[in-house]
């Protein structure tokens, strides 16, 4: 019986611009100056890696990298325009996610994000108020589709393996879901989370388990 949703984030509840849902660079060079293609080979390629995994901070690494780039925009204002362009929730599976909590379900997020992103969703976006906690990268030290990634937020929410429906939108980290032994759904968008957990009914508990650790 599923008591646990562990959401993704990016593109599953949140998805782009608040305007139109379009990727948040769609605007980038006319507002800022900078090219998605320069701000992918100077940041995102080089440092991103790191730094959603803790390593490295968001912040120092982006001023380098616009350095780099010899821009005049400053790394605080890249990032101000980068969270707020990234910050259109999924109402829809929003309100879903209240609805089952007021019914005894848990819901967690379980994101790949760096420090500062991950404050701001639970914060700045208010996301606090809505679920039981989010799951993410830099604060574990491993990201998705890593195993380690999928333990530890297991450990986290406390659900056993038969409770916990997990929703993502890449093949990938859903596959990876799957081989720990959680339900894993792949979310391509308008499904409702009730049928999904409806589903999860039906098909009982997952038949893999992962392995005890030595």
């Not at 008591?3 to 980038?28: E, F, N, Q």
């Not at 679920?131 to 890593?146: E, F, M, R």
């Not at 659900?159 to 792949?186: K, M, P, Q, R």
Request: aromatic letters at 8%; one cysteine or more; hydrophobic letters at 40%.
């Amino acid at each position: 019986m599923t008591k646990c949703i562990m959401l993704d984030v990016d593109g599953v509840l949140i998805s782009g611009r608040p305007v139109d849902g379009a990727h948040w660079t769609s605007g980038l060079e006319k507002d800022l100056g900078i090219s998605p293609e320069s701000l992918t080979q100077h940041f995102f390629l080089k440092y991103w890696d790191d730094i959603q995994i803790g390593r490295s901070n968001l912040r120092s690494c982006l001023a380098k990298a616009l350095a780099d780039m010899k821009t005049q925009v400053e790394a605080d204002n890249l990032i101000r325009y980068w969270f707020y362009n990234d910050s259109r929730v999924d109402h829809q599976l929003f309100a879903s996610c209240s609805t089952l909590r007021k019914h005894g379900h848990r819901v967690y997020l379980v994101s790949n994000q760096d420090h500062e992103r991950a404050a701001y969703i639970m914060n700045e976006l208010g996301l606090s108020q809505h679920v039981d906690g989010l799951i993410y990268s830099a604060a574990i030290g491993v990201g998705k589709p890593s195993p380690a990634f999928f333990e530890a937020a297991e450990e986290a929410s406390g659900a056993l393996l038969s409770e916990i429906l997990f929703i993502d939108d890449t093949a990938e980290n859903v596959a990876a879901a799957n081989a720990c032994g959680w339900t894993a759904h792949l979310w391509t968008g308008g499904e409702r989370l009730e049928r999904l957990i409806q589903l999860q009914a039906e098909a009982g508990p997952p038949q893999r388990r992962r392995l005890d650790k030595k």
